[in-house]
């Protein structure tokens, strides 16, 4: 009896024993089957590795930049140029700008009032750009286009929707439209280089009949599209009036959407920054330099008119503040600064230190009775930096002053196609 006992026994433990190995077993096939299948695709188990592997080394090959590859003159460089600029980069990744010749130019339009290197200056500091090619054709070539292509790896040329004629008639971009490597962007309305060298002889002209305080400025008939003298949209000179509509869009647009961060340095510059030039730029480019955030004061058209002259400023308020915004140097605006930075100013924007350059149309501020930085020079964060560039606005002015009749006759010629693109005009979707 108790050797069945024990056979029994012996029995239910080998049972128990294969029992439990089987259980351990099956359960270790399942995993390896659990692992396996959570690699799989449900819908193709045995080719779904194949395609992840080259799905994963695809993600893990950089993807190649679009290219794209935008020229101009960029004379006297304004807030239309640099929207231009936005949009053509909107278009890809990285943008390159040809920046034409000065001789170029003179062929093809006249004299240019900035020079090449000045030119440079100017497209070099606009934020949206990413390289600057000198001495570019006035019309794409053959050849030029080819070593775009095959150089520059450019992907695509931009242009705006307002047609490039050359002298002889023919289009300046129709060899990139047969390529089908050609995008068109809206044109900025309310601005042209040729526009401004109109204003600035007309202000010549009117400077001549009327130096009376009570004369109406310049700017004000321009920018504002009402003067009695040209009720029809283009003065004497073949300059359109401008029509600039400054909407609050266009402005975050221009903006870095950016604050300072808590412990950031804050630099103010003030001024009125019209027809802004290489000196503005190089001089902001300083400010910079000495800390993390450069906030720039723009001065109304009242204050700059009083301190500069009934016929001045020849770019309004808002013109002169997207210019300035465009600038890679610049991180943010106050637009219409007040003359005068008191310490509510200072304490407002946390102001670290306030500065203003060598060059300027007036540097007598300090002999004022009111010193326009009284303020921050007795709190010793007042400095005056060396400017780069003996450029102002005054001498963009006598530029044209001095070779007036071959301005005036380049805007003459640049008239008739100008006429021609505001009749001619539809609707061209884009901004």
Not at 87 to 107: F, K, M, N, T, W
Request: aromatic residues 8%; charged residues 25%.
């Amino acid at each position: 009896m108790s050797s069945v006992g024990g056979n029994e026994e012996r029995w239910s433990r080998l049972v128990a024993t294969c029992l439990v190995g089987g259980v351990v077993f099956g359960l270790s096939i399942w995993g390896l089957y659990a692992a396996a299948a959570a690699a799989q695709s449900p819908s193709s188990p045995r080719s779904w590795n194949i395609t992840s592997s080259f799905k994963n080394k695809k993600k893990s090959k950089k993807k190649k930049p679009i290219r794209v590859y935008m020229d101009g003159c960029f004379d006297m460089m304004h807030y239309g140029h640099c929207n231009a600029l936005r949009q053509a980069r909107a278009l890809g990744d990285q943008l390159v700008v040809g920046v034409v010749s000065d001789a170029e130019i003179i062929a093809n339009k006249g004299p240019p009032v900035t020079p090449l290197h000045e030119r440079m200056i100017m497209v070099q500091a606009v934020k949206w750009v990413d390289e600057v090619i000198s001495d570019a054709p006035y019309a794409i070539t053959e050849d030029f286009m080819k070593k775009l292509f095959e150089e520059y790896k450019i992907d695509y040329i931009i242009h705006g929707d307002d047609p490039c004629v050359l002298p002889d008639g023919t289009d300046a971009y129709a060899l990139a439209k047969k390529a089908g490597r050609y995008k068109q962007i809206k044109r900025t309305e309310g601005v042209s280089s040729t526009d401004i060298v109109g204003r600035m002889l007309l202000c010549v002209r009117e400077r001549s009949v009327s130096d009376k305080p009570q004369h109406s400025s310049l700017q004000r008939q321009f920018s504002h599209g009402h003067s009695q003298k040209f009720e029809d949209g283009v003065s004497a000179g073949g300059t359109r009036v401008s029509h600039f509509l400054p909407t609050s869009r266009r402005i975050v647009q221009f903006s870095n959407g950016k604050g300072p961060g808590p412990d950031a340095r804050i630099i103010y510059i003030d001024g009125a920054f019209d027809l802004f030039h290489a000196g503005h730029v190089e001089i902001l480019r300083v400010a910079r330099g000495l800390g993390d955030f450069l906030l720039v004061g723009i001065h109304t058209d009242q204050t700059v008119s009083a301190k500069r002259g009934a016929h001045r400023p020849i770019m309004n308020l808002h013109e002169r503040s997207l210019s300035v915004l465009a600038c890679r140097y610049v991180d943010e605006v106050i637009i219409g600064a007040p003359w005068e930075i008191s310490k509510d100013m200072i304490t407002t924007f946390n102001i670290f230190l306030v500065v203003h350059g060598t060059v300027a149309e007036s540097n007598d501020f300090q002999k004022e009775q009111d010193n326009p930085y009284a303020v921050p020079l007795s709190l010793g964060i007042f400095k005056v930096l060396e400017s780069p560039l003996d450029i102002t606005t005054m001498t963009i002015i006598k530029r044209i002053v001095s070779n007036q009749e071959a301005y005036q006759k380049r805007n003459e010629k640049k008239a008739e196609s100008e006429r021609r693109y505001y009749e001619d005009k539809t609707y061209v979707s884009g901004d």
